[in-house]
């Protein structure tokens, strides 16, 4: 069975860093695309990034682009996102996300979340 659990959220104040991490196990880790989403209050999950198992080609939203780094370490079966410059609007639920596919794809559309670790950033 395949599992996500995150770790790494926390309070930071606005300017700071955090690195999130999701660790997968149920599951032949290299094969497939990973992706972080996050949800804030009163709004849509919306995807943040993706990183593709095939060439390790990354993909950001435009609104953490140069602030935000996904990787992934295929030796731990772990999923990093490293952000940086944290503004208040980032403040959310942050979602670990399988997609069965070696490529992101056009939407990023994911088959299997994690419980989701928040992120609140103050001001």
């Known amino acids: 069975e395949a599992r996500l659990v995150e770790s790494g959220g926390g309070l930071v104040q606005a300017g700071g860093s955090l690195r999130l991490s999701c660790a997968a196990s149920?599951?032949?880790?290299?094969?497939?695309?990973f992706g972080w989403f996050r949800q804030a209050p009163g709004k849509e999950r919306e995807g943040v990034s993706c990183?593709?198992?095939?060439?390790?080609?990354?993909y950001y939203a435009d609104s953490v682009k140069g602030r935000f780094t996904i990787s992934r370490d295929n030796a731990k079966n772990t999923v990093y996102l490293q952000m940086n410059s944290l503004k208040p609007e980032d403040t959310a639920v942050y979602y670990c996300?399988?997609?069965?596919?070696?490529?992101?794809?056009?939407?990023?559309?994911?088959?299997?979340w994690g419980q989701g670790t928040q992120v609140t950033v103050s001001s």
């Open positions: 996300a399988l997609r069965w596919s070696a490529t992101c794809g056009t939407s990023w559309n994911a088959d299997y």
């Open positions: 149920g599951f032949i880790f290299d094969d497939y695309a």
């Open positions: 990183i593709s198992s095939s060439d390790g080609s990354t």
